[in-house]
C-alpha cells in the first residue's frame, strides 16, 4: 500500500493551527453559554511545561504534602488560645469551685467551735463534779478515820 489519503500516517500540526482551533472552540463555548442565558465557567489555567519526569514531579508533591502535615502536628500547633466564651466558662467554674471551698471550710469552722464549746462546757461539768469530792475528802493518814466518823455520825 502506497501513502494514499486513507492511510493512517501520523499528522503533524502547527502551534498556530493548534492555538487557532482551540480560539475556535472557546468562541462556540461562550456562544452556546450565550445563547442560554449563563456565565460560562472559568476558563482553565494554563499550566506552564515541566521537563521534569513525572516521578519528580510526584515526589516534589509528596514532600509538599508530608510538610504540610508536619506543620499542622507541631507540637506548637496543637494548642490554640481560649476564646471569650471558653474562658468565661472556665472562670464560672473557678469561682463556683472557691465558694464551694469557702462554704466548707466555713461549716468546718462552725463545727469546729460548736465541739470546742461542748468539750470545754463538759470539761467545766467535769470539774465542777469533781471539786466537791476532792475539797470534802480529808488529806492525810487519818483520812480513813474521818471519813468513816462523818459518816458514822451522820447516820
Known amino acids: 500500500m502506497s501513502n494514499a489519503a486513507g492511510s493512517t500516517a ?21 456562544d452556546a453559554y450565550a445563547r442560554i442565558g449563563e456565565e460560562p465557567p ?22 509538599i504534602q508530608d510538610e ?11 494548642f490554640r488560645g481560649l476564646d471569650e466564651s471558653e474562658s468565661q466558662f472556665l472562670a464560672d467554674i473557678h469561682r463556683a469551685r472557691q465558694k464551694r471551698e469557702e462554704t466548707k471550710r466555713n461549716e468546718e ?25 476532792a475539797s470534802d475528802a480529808p488529806k492525810g493518814p487519818d483520812a480513813a478515820t474521818s471519813s468513816s466518823a462523818k459518816t458514822s455520825t451522820s447516820v
Open 68 to 78: 504540610k502535615m508536619e506543620e499542622m502536628f507541631k507540637l506548637r500547633n496543637q
Open 109 to 133: 469552722a462552725k463545727e469546729l467551735e460548736r465541739f470546742r464549746r461542748k468539750d470545754a462546757a463538759g470539761a467545766q461539768a467535769r470539774e465542777a463534779s469533781d471539786a466537791p469530792e
Open 42 to 63: 472559568p476558563a482553565p489555567v494554563d499550566e506552564t511545561y515541566d521537563p521534569r519526569p513525572l516521578y519528580e514531579r510526584l515526589q516534589e508533591a509528596k514532600a
Open 10 to 30: 501520523p499528522q503533524f500540526v502547527t502551534q498556530s493551527e493548534l492555538s487557532d482551533s482551540q480560539k475556535r472552540r472557546d468562541k462556540e463555548i461562550r
